[in-house]
């Protein structure tokens, strides 16, 4: 395989090839490295923090706890335990910066925008995270049906208010809208029928799935043109045996991993290959070992995520976050804060992630983390008062990040590539004549140096 080739699939199945990691593949046939990449992602690791402080908000009703701790301390807890949401945004990123198992946690991470969820429960949306990673290249069919029965998606969607003597249809409405067939592709009735199915459907302090029996409704419903006493799993099997769900999804697979142009005929063909059993890792299979996945038009065309551009140089200069407070912080700059999407629609990505705020401080983001930049507060917009507020209760106020680089690791790597190498190494789309000059124009003083300035051009932002 070319270089590019085996760039842009790290970029689409990770987040980066690294001069260490093209020298060990560099000789394998497409078929060699793409089974080499699916074996690594076979193996299911949980994210999991310690949360053994907070153990008795699962063994003990809310009464008896602040019986025991006092009003005050039970509060003060209750705040810690949610604050660990932060912690455990963190322990992701830095997961996804780890090289053992990239796509499986890439796979993660597009679930996370497909079935978007929010919690501050640190128990259960570790639970739900947990889950996205497990069913990430499994079977579609059995994710959608976990999926529905997570407490933190029924809180997200209040279908634990769902029962049978007033219906709430918030989730039966989002399945259908958001995360399996897109809108327009059902009735109103549809939603109304399915609600019943889902009613009842609740979750005890463990997270652990049960159902409310004299809440649900056991009673004829009438879906897609069929009719009978459906439950939600039932309901589910009804969606998916609809083509347009495989479309749907494969749509989104595509406009992720492949072009956010979609290509009808392809489409076509990996819709049909997932229609005929949901099975995630052979789609991604079938794209990964296609020609036509590596043509010149579909390299180098998607805008990063935030969170790919951060993990991104971190494949290339691994950095460490003193203040993790900091990280979440660039996260709320770019607009994109793992495990806090905006809406149960999630993020948009592609052009969405630029403005003329986000690119700006995107483009000196690799200036802010390997060289100590200082952060300009005026140029950060709509997020400036949030950033503000934050400096403001640091007592030696200061505005460059807390971070360690590993230079060593990056000279390791790449002291032995010449500059043109280097390029070649980080910017994987076409780059405009203006920057080619701006970069043949710059006095270059030693690879590090050069290495910032070519992540800070705009074709970096492509992968």
Known sequence: MKKIHLQHLYWRSGFGLSNKEFQEIKSFSKSKLILQLFKQASHYNPLELDL?????????????????????????????????????NQAWIERLCEHNNTFREKMTLFWANVFVCRDNNIFFIQQYNNTLRKHALGNFREFVKAIAKEPSMSKYLN???????????????????????????????DIKESARAFTGWSFNKKGKFYLRKKHHDYGKK????????FDGDEIIDIILNQKQCAKYIC??????????????????????IFYKDYDIEKVMKHIFLSKWF????????????????????NTIVPVTFQ???????????????????NNVSGWKGGRFWIDSNTLMFRMKLP???????IINLEEKGEFEDDFN??????????????????????????????????????????????????????NIKSKKNYCIQLMSIPEYQLC
Do not use: C, H
Not at 294 to 306: E, H, L, M, R, W
């Open 222 to 229: 009438t879906f897609f043109g069929k009719t009978g006493n």
């Open 389 to 442: 507020m934050y400096y403001k209760q640091v007592k030696k106020r200061t505005r460059y990040l807390k971070i360690s680089k590993n230079w060593n690791f990056f000279l390791s790597e790449y002291s032995n590539l010449t500059y043109t190498e280097l390029k070649e190494q980080l910017i994987i789309s076409k780059i405009d004549e203006d920057t080619n000059q701006f970069l043949n124009n710059l």
């Open 323 to 341: 203040k993790k407070k900091q990280l979440n912080y660039l996260q709320k700059m770019m607009g994109q804060v793992l495990l806090y999407p």
């Open 159 to 189: 279908n634990r208010q769902n029962i049978k003597k007033s219906p709430n249809e918030n989730f039966a409405r989002e399945l259908m809208e958001l995360f399996t067939l897109g809108v327009g592709n059902y009735t109103e009735k």
């Open 52 to 88: 053994s402080e907070f153990l008795i908000f699962l063994d003990q009703p809310t009464k008896s706890i602040k019986k025991e701790l006092g009003e005050k301390q039970y509060r003060e807890l209750k705040r810690k335990s949610q604050r660990k949401v932060r912690d455990l």
């Open 367 to 373: 200036s802010l983390i390997l060289n100590n930049a």
């Open 294 to 313: 590596y043509d010149d038009k579909n390299i180098g065309v998607k805008i990063k995520s935030p969170i790919e551009l951060i993990v991104g140089i």
């Open 251 to 272: 749509e989104k697979i595509y406009t992720y991993f492949i072009n956010p142009r979609i290509d009808k005929k392809r489409l076509e063909e990996i819709t049909t």
